[in-house]
């Protein structure tokens, strides 16, 4: 028998109210919440696949391990050995520096993850942290670092005359353009 349960999207960081469908302990269908006070029922096409993204049988369910050009399944203790064991070796050869994170725009939604990440490399001494911003938009944080932050906070969106988003569509997405504190209802697609 199906059952209805009320929760939210962590494909991405914007978080949208769902509703999932679950039969016989499966989720089989997932739509926007009607009832969510931030996005009255939005979803965007990602949200909406979440089941058939849980269930693809090439979903990486167990740690693996490196063999030749392909992986092989490798129990989580005997992976965080080797993983000691070798991170151990480099900083001993290299020094703290030559261990980095990438903490990609996955980690948003899992907030424990980051969390525990960051504590792993304090523990090392290693600054070497990168995440997507590094990455593919090192023009953010490094503009930030020359001129500073603009402290007066985003234009509110209700109240403006008009936005223009560049390289953004909230239909497809809601995370990208708007700032995070102009998310209610103004901007809902409906
Ligand atoms: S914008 Fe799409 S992927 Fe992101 S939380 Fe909402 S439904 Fe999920």
């Not at 006070?37 to 993204?53: D, N």
């Amino acid at each position: 028998m199906a059952e209805i349960k009320t929760a939210i999207c962590r494909f991405c960081h914007s978080f949208c109210g769902i509703k999932v469908t679950i039969e016989d302990g499966k989720a089989v269908k997932v739509v926007g919440d009607k009832d969510n006070p931030m996005y009255f029922g939005y979803t965007c096409v990602k949200g909406r696949q979440l089941p058939a993204q849980h269930d693809n049988p090439e979903r990486l369910l167990h740690a693996q391990r490196r063999v030749g050009n392909g992986h092989e399944r490798i129990a989580s203790e005997a992976a965080l050995d080797e993983i000691a064991a070798t991170i151990g070796r480099l900083i001993a050869e290299h020094g703290p520096r030559s261990v980095a994170l990438y903490a990609a725009t996955y980690t948003f939604p899992y907030p424990a993850g980051r969390a525990m990440a960051m504590a792993l490399m304090d523990a090392i001494g290693s600054p070497m942290r990168f995440t997507s911003a590094t990455i593919d938009q090192p023009g953010k944080p490094m503009s930030m670092a020359l001129h500073g932050r603009w402290h007066a906070g985003p234009q509110p969106y209700a109240e403006s005359d008009a936005w223009i988003l560049v390289g953004a569509n909230p239909v497809v997405s809601k995370w990208a353009a708007f700032p995070s504190t102009t998310l209610p209802s103004a901007c809902t697609t409906r």
